[in-house]
């Protein structure tokens, strides 16, 4: 049974369109994750969500936008779609740990990955 | 700035041999650190988790350490192999609140020669 598991594993799609990228996990946790890989391999963290909180990175344009519709899925939603968005996009998963200082998670678990080409 | 860096970018040795990968990380404020594999075209596989209050985790062949006080992880792999060939990634978890998720080190590509 795969953890992690997201669809499509390839994407090819021309510049100005709209495209998904779903992600479920069947590890009951609550947050899920994206990632973005670059071309030179850097996973960078795109947005975190648990429990209807999302956290956004700064630096993630708004034409992503990711969507939860239960607490096993976080789909990835990208429009106007532009030649940099060309990478390899990650959905993970972990549970959050509430303590003193802070939140922590336990260990991450990763798909396969979606390779998306926009050309 | 929190930061992830790992040392070196890539590595290659014969089969057989016992090998360390450095990864090195700003701000000792994490609450754990994850060492993952990720072989060429595929997803990151889940190697180890060192929670900040361990020094270290074994799993088989693989023993990583963490010195919160120098900023340092290491992950020890003994008796490489050729299947032991992928590029292995560090990634910090900070805690403290703000944005959440890893902070990944850009890698080290091994190859183990046969």
């Known amino acids: 049974d795969t953890a992690v598991s997201q669809t499509p594993k390839y994407l090819v799609t021309q510049m100005g369109n709209d495209k998904s990228i779903k992600c479920e996990q069947n590890l009951g946790h609550d947050t899920m994750y994206w990632y973005k890989q670059d071309s030179k391999k850097f996973l960078k963290i795109m947005f975190s969500?648990?429990?209807?909180?999302?956290?956004i990175n700064e630096t993630v344009p708004n034409r992503f936008s990711p969507k939860s519709p239960d607490k096993a899925h976080l789909n990835l939603h990208i429009n106007s779609l532009e030649l940099g968005d060309s990478a390899v996009y990650f959905c993970?998963?972990?549970?959050?740990?509430?303590?003193?200082?802070?939140?922590?998670?336990?260990?991450?678990?990763f798909g396969q990955g979606t390779r998306l080409t926009v050309v | 700035k929190q930061e992830v860096t790992q040392i070196p970018a890539a590595l290659s040795v014969p089969e057989g041999e016992n090998l360390v990968l450095n990864c090195s990380f700003t701000d000792s404020a994490i609450y754990n650190l994850q060492w993952f594999r990720q072989d060429p075209g595929k997803g990151l596989t889940s190697l180890l988790l060192i929670q900040s209050s361990q020094r270290e985790q074994t799993s088989g062949r693989l023993n990583a350490s963490l010195d919160k006080s120098s900023g340092r992880s290491t992950l020890y792999i003994a008796a490489s192999q050729p299947g032991d060939s992928a590029t292995y990634l560090c990634a910090a978890q900070y805690s403290g609140g703000g944005a959440d998720g890893l902070t990944f080190g850009k890698g080290t590509h091994l190859i183990i020669q046969p």
């Open positions: 993970a998963s972990s549970d959050a740990k509430i303590f003193l200082v802070g939140r922590g998670h336990t260990e991450a678990f």
């Open positions: 969500y648990n429990n209807k909180e999302l956290i």
